[in-house]
């Protein structure tokens, strides 16, 4: 499709589907949206379905016409953002807003305001005005070790619950979106390690999945003795059942519900805390990214090859890769001690 120039009436996605129908190709127009909406992944098509739509209401608020919503004009859009720094405390709604109207723009292949030096700089300069950004500290196997102690008990499932999502996630690099999907299915032991297959990754764009594989360790931290002691103890119906599930709580003990619905993401930050708390001086500082920035420090500082390292924790650039990674003392040394002075 050619781009529109000023003077021509703006195109929208659905007045394109609507000359389509209208043809002798009526049949490809279900599956040209389809295509359209999957050429990104589900939740990244509707977060910027939801943003371009509060950059329209807001512009509807304001007197700007629809037709001037899409395309829109760079100097309107840079308002639109400067308005949500001034009542944001992040600079989430904005950079949401910029990549939902360049999105919508791209849709129609029109000329996108997003384009624009000067919608770009009011980017920039929000990012700048809001960068307050502090890296969790990694979780120690110190940590850990106390964590466990504290917990372990043999016939308390929402403990052992607990311990696991927290092994693996260390172990295995896992982020919580990877943790909190695992079923039942993806899981396979053998004598000497486990395979999970990660079907769905931040990095894993065309979802190809990937099989991760963390080996036995022999000692009471093992993330694979502990799981499977965790399946034997909870009764599973189904193959295809979530691992992190909610658990009931009655006279005899804790018992799996039967909805096969995985834990929110904020139920497994209150268990986190849960867990950890007691034995750090500020749980701010730390949060569910803390395990796999703890499991990925304690490779790096062991010497792991980044090769090896890169691919167990699913990195796309080095520079991913490095930020988790929390050099110690004795590697930071190694540098000046080795300048020839």
Not at 31 to 43: A, D, K, P, V, Y
Not at 143 to 153: C, E, F, N
Not at 187 to 210: A, C, L, Q, W
């Amino acid at each position: 499709m050619e781009s529109f120039s000023s003077e021509e009436q703006p195109v929208s996605l659905r007045d394109i589907l609507d000359v389509v129908k209208s043809q002798a190709l009526a049949d490809k127009v279900d599956l040209l949206t389809e295509l359209i909406m999957e050429s990104r992944s589900e939740g990244t098509v509707k977060c910027y379905y939801s943003a371009f739509m509060r950059w329209k209401k807001w512009a509807q608020s304001y007197g700007i016409s629809e037709s001037e919503a899409l395309p829109a004009k760079a100097f309107n859009v840079a308002l639109y953002l400067v308005s949500l720094v001034q009542n944001s405390r992040s600079p989430g709604p904005v950079i949401s807003a910029f990549y939902g109207i360049k999105w919508a723009h791209s849709l129609i292949s029109a000329p996108s305001p997003t384009e624009c030096v000067l919608v770009k700089n009011v980017l920039e300069g929000a990012k700048r005005r809001f960068n307050s950004t502090v890296k969790k500290e990694p979780i120690t196997p110190d940590l850990l070790q106390k964590m466990y102690d504290a917990l372990h008990s043999r016939d308390n499932l929402y403990n052992k619950r607990t311990i696991c999502a927290c092994l693996i996630s260390y172990a295995g690099f896992l982020r919580v979106s990877e943790l909190l999907n695992l079923r039942i299915s993806d899981f396979e032991f053998f004598p000497t390690h486990m395979s999970i297959f990660i079907e769905k990754s931040k990095t894993d764009v065309y979802r190809e999945g990937n099989w991760l594989v963390i080996s036995r360790t022999g000692t009471k931290l093992c993330p694979v003795s502990n799981i499977e002691d965790f399946f034997c103890y909870v009764k599973f119906s189904e193959y295809d059942s979530f691992v992190f599930r909610d658990f009931t709580k009655t006279r005899n003990g804790y018992i799996l519900r039967k909805e096969n619905k995985h834990i929110s993401y904020t139920r497994m930050r209150e268990l986190f805390i849960e867990a950890f708390s007691p034995f750090v001086v500020d749980i701010h500082k730390y949060g569910l990214h803390s395990l796999r920035a703890g499991g990925a420090t304690a490779a790096a500082n062991c010497g792991v090859p980044d090769r090896l390292f890169k691919r167990h924790g699913r990195w796309k650039s080095e520079t991913a890769k490095d930020g988790y990674v929390k050099d110690d003392l004795c590697n930071r040394l190694f540098v000046s001690k080795n300048l020839g002075i």
